[in-house]
């Protein structure tokens, strides 16, 4: 079986996942990695056939995203020529991580596909949202990258296509312990903004992981350390709390350890305001941006009870095996369809 594996590099959550399902998708066959996007800080480790700059997020420094950068790296004709000319159809299986060239492919050669990933799920109005609805924001997640079908994965099975998170082996089996420190990734602020705020908090100690630096480098009682998945996830395993973006994987993970975790969305983003929404079901504070009195809410965060564990109801194994299953359902379906169009040819004839 040959399966065609898109995923999207905007950030590194969705290349730590993959990283994670591929052994399990491997069993089932040979699979093609389509890898899109150019703003993704993790080496990936995955069998990579086809490369494209995608349609990426860029961050600014204080939080929020870079809208001119995105602009001006946006080109239709590129992404419409790309999507012509990606081999989907030479696939029994394509698996698309909410990745739009893909999407279009599949659309134009009639080819179906599985949305599989955090964003599927928020095909489902059962998704938590903000209590304002961005109407741009619904549009995106609904519309950037459709499918013929979805699998979803999120914090809790809001609907019966929304599966567990997919929690990397290297942290379902970790012994949880507290060496003090806290982990910080804010990859939406400068590291000029981030040590600011923390280096007031002197009896407190923080492991800040960067996308601008090649090595690690102490700063009183900041260590700063570059962007690495195995540094980050022993940093994390061995934190008292975690403070990061309110994205998927990472607050996941740092729910499922069982840590303390304070979680700033990136303005602008609205996926990350709809997870902010699902987070404070775990009693996860929500800081809106870095102000004068951040120091003062990392105390009261540090004073206040740990959030809700997160509790697992799929196994990775299970999750990889529905998508599987749903993926040539839907392949026969439209195998189904072509023959009775067929017949219907043959009987007019």
Not at 168 to 189: R, W
Request: glycine letters at 6%; proline letters at 5%.
């Amino acid at each position: 079986m040959k399966i065609f594996y898109a995923i999207q590099a905007t950030g590194n959550g969705h290349i730590s996942r993959a990283m994670e399902l591929m052994p399990y998708l491997q069993q089932y066959g040979q699979v093609d990695v389509f890898l899109s996007g150019s703003n993704s800080n993790l080496n990936a480790n995955l069998p990579v056939k086809f490369r494209s700059q995608g349609v990426s997020l860029f961050y600014g420094n204080r939080g929020g995203l870079d809208y001119w950068k995105m602009l001006t790296a946006f080109n239709p004709i590129r992404i419409y020529k790309e999507a012509k000319a990606l081999p989907v159809e030479n696939y029994d299986i394509v698996i698309n991580d909410f990745e739009s060239i893909t999407s279009l492919a599949c659309k134009m050669k009639k080819v179906p596909s599985i949305n599989f990933g955090h964003q599927a799920s928020f095909v489902s109005d059962k998704t938590p949202r903000p209590n304002k609805k961005d109407f741009a924001g619904e549009v995106v997640l609904k519309k950037y990258a459709p499918a013929t079908g979805y699998v979803g994965l999120h914090f809790e099975q809001y609907d019966d296509f929304i599966f567990s998170p997919i929690i990397k082996d290297e942290i379902l089996k970790a012994e949880s312990t507290d060496k003090g420190h806290v982990t910080v990734y804010l990859s939406h602020y400068s590291d000029e903004v981030v040590s600011k705020s923390l280096r007031g908090l002197k009896s407190l100690r923080f492991e800040v992981f960067s996308k601008k630096i090649n090595g690690k480098t102490v700063d009183g009682n900041i260590t700063f350390i570059p962007v690495d998945g195995k540094a980050f996830n022993e940093s994390m395993i061995h934190s008292h709390g975690v403070i990061t973006g309110a994205g998927f994987e990472t607050p996941a993970e740092a729910l499922y350890l069982g840590k303390k975790l304070m979680c700033l969305p990136i303005r602008g983003q609205y996926e990350q305001l709809c997870n902010a929404a699902a987070l404070k079901r775990f009693d996860v504070p929500i800081i809106n941006s870095i102000e004068n009195d951040f120091n003062e809410k990392i105390i009261e965060w540090l004073a206040a009870p740990n959030p809700k564990p997160l509790q697992l109801s799929h196994s990775t194994y299970d999750i990889v095996q529905h998508v599987m299953e749903k993926a040539r359902a839907l392949k026969n379906n439209k195998s189904n369809s072509a023959l009775l169009n067929e017949e219907d040819l043959l009987v007019m004839g």
